[in-house]
Each structure stands twice: as C-alpha cells, then as structure tokens.
C-alpha cells in the first residue's frame, strides 16, 4: 500500500508517493465507494520550509456505477488532483480537517486513510449515463433508451384521488 517514507524525505527533496490498492481492498469496506479496477495513486512529496509536509499529485480509478435513470452499467474513469497537507502543529491544522496530523514514532505516513477522505468529497453521490438519458418507464419498466411502450406517461396524482374521495361523500 501506498506509503510516505519520512526518512528519505528527510535526506532528498522530495519523495514520490507511489502505488496502488485493489477495488475490493479493506479500505473501501463501508466507504460507499465501488471500483470497477485498482485505485492509482501518484503524488510527490515535500517538507516545506516551516515543518509541513505536503503530497500533491493524482488519484485514478474507474468507479463502479450504474446510471440513476436507466440503472445501466455504466463505469466512469475518474482522475483526481489532490494535495495533502499534514504538520504537527495543532494550531495550524485547526479543526476543518484539510490539515492532517503527522503521525508520531513512525518513519512512514500510510497515505489511504487521506486518500479514501478525499475520494469520498470528490466522487459525485450518483451517476448518469447520459445527460438525456430517458430513464425507464415507471409502470412496464421497460428502458426508454432502446424501446418505447404505449404506457400512459400521466401518473395519477394521488392527491386528487383523496380529493374525490371526500367530494363524493
Ligand atoms: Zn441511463
Ligand atoms: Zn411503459
């Protein structure tokens, strides 16, 4: 798993941040998060001059979705920039959590747990396949996509059904 060598970073300028983690590894568990191949990641990492450390680079996978209209596969590269920041300083990182603690008596920082943090902000809560996709029909079922039905599109308001009720009375 991909890991941030403090103790070469203390010797070189920067330290690459390389590697990758399979679609069903343990840190997905619970995420929401579903991977159709592996998550990539590939950052550069430097220590600034006031004691932070900062990674700054790319994540790629392809997500694992289905289209909330037609509910077709329909997986989805996704690329994203990300910088990492974590320091020691507690009063600089704050609360808002942008700013991670560096982990104490450890020569490596396991970047996952930031990774996930940031896959989750960044992936959209739901996919669609195509923005004129026409969904399915919501009484047959049938996908509006590739075939049409003779289903009446005009759902009854359930409203005016309780209307009439006491109209008629
Ligand atoms: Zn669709
Ligand atoms: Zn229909």
């Known amino acids: ?4 060598d ?5 010797q ?3 330290v690459a941040v390389v590697g990758e983690w399979a679609a069903d590894d343990a840190l997905w568990a619970e995420s929401g998060l579903t991977f159709a191949g592996r998550v990539k990641v590939d950052l ?7 004691g932070e450390i900062v990674a700054t680079g790319t994540v790629s996978t392809v997500l694992d979705r289905a289209c909330r209209r037609c509910l077709e596969q329909a997986d989805e ?3 994203l920039d990300v910088a990492l920041v974590w320091s020691d300083d507690a009063e600089l990182r704050g609360d808002d959590g942008e700013i991670r603690a560096l982990p104490t008596g450890t020569d490596e920082i396991d970047v996952g747990e930031a990774i996930r943090e940031e896959l989750l902000l960044a992936v959209p809560p739901y996919k669609v396949c195509d923005p004129d996709c026409k969904g399915l029909c919501p009484q047959c079922g049938i996908n509006w996509n ?14 005016w059904d ?3 009720a006491l109209q008629s009375e």
């Open 146 to 159: 590739e075939h049409s039905c003779d289903c009446s599109t005009e759902e009854p308001d359930p409203r």
């Open 44 to 50: 550069v990492a430097r220590e600034t001059g006031s």
């Open 12 to 14: 070189d300028d920067s």
């Open 77 to 79: 590269e996704f690329d």
């Open 1 to 4: 798993m991909p890991t941030l």
């Open 162 to 164: 309780a209307l009439r």
């Open 6 to 10: 403090l103790r070469r970073l203390a």
